[in-house]
């Protein structure tokens, strides 16, 4: 099973682009989406996109338009704020705005969410019962291995899983991981698909039953201004060549939506992980 989503931030965190404003990045961004939807759509493709409630408030074309090519929109929080900078009492407030802005412009129920950053690790899992409190169906936030921000090393699951906290269970799909001389990797998605050659991908994807990647919006955008520091290897290595493996991939795979990965796993039949 292989899970094809976006995470859809761009339009609204303007900070990731200190070099040049709006009106500079607004076109900019527009056109590799369409470049992505057009792909998807000649592939016959449907894919999640973890949009964020301002996005939907504030631009609610973009959400529209990826809607009406039959994509599942998921929720990535109101402003992109981590989780682990919210308490409980604010991370309900955010997500439950989120959600009512992307349900009133794509007229039908929100099921999935991913947090910003994968900002739901050990110290900020009481996220999840309220995840199922406004109500979610299913969550993808969890990144079962050490990265940079969040992330939930030791989480002992990197297929769909139950997780029960609390007493109260939610369903997950984590981030897909493969293991590299002793060590799990992610390898599906953000900057991975950058940074790894194509040959690496093709071959962690042949030996796992379930890959989770994710994509950004700007992780195609070769044009962008860039600024020179210490990330600068991280943020655009490979960056004229993202597109082209992600034509690649879902040419050489096939791949699905959550909300499609959903129906068809047999969720009596998963492990259950107790928080
Ligand atoms: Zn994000």
Known sequence: MN????????????????????????????????????????????????????????????IKKIARQGHEIGCHSDQHQWVTALTPELFYRDT??????????????????????????????????????????????????????????????NSPCIISYNNKAIKEFPISTHSVLGKQIAYSGGGYLRLLPYAFIRSFMLKEPYVMSYCHIRDFDAEQKRMLNLRYFKNY??????????????????????????????????????L
């Open 3 to 62: 899970i094809l989503t976006f995470d859809l931030e761009e339009w609204y965190i303007y900070q990731l682009y200190p070099k040049g404003g709006k009106d500079y990045y607004l076109p900019l961004l527009d056109r590799y989406l369409n470049e992505v939807l057009d792909m998807l759509s000649q592939q016959q493709l449907n894919a999640t996109f973890f949009c964020l409630g301002m996005v939907a408030k504030e631009y609610p074309d973009v």
């Open 96 to 157: 439950k705005n989120a959600i009512d802005a992307l349900e009133n412009i794509i007229g039908k129920k929100v099921q999935g969410y991913r947090a910003p950053a994968f900002s739901i690790g050990r110290s900020t899992q009481w996220a999840l019962p309220i995840l199922k409190e406004v109500g979610i169906e299913y969550d993808c936030s969890i990144f079962p291995t050490n990265r940079d921000f969040g992330g939930f090393p030791g989480f002992q699951e």
């Open 237 to 274: 290595y490979g960056i004229q060549h993202a597109f082209m493996k992600l034509s690649r991939l879902i040419h050489d795979f096939e791949f699905m939506s959550v909300e499609a990965a959903n129906r068809t796993i047999d969720w009596a039949a998963v492990p259950i992980v107790q």
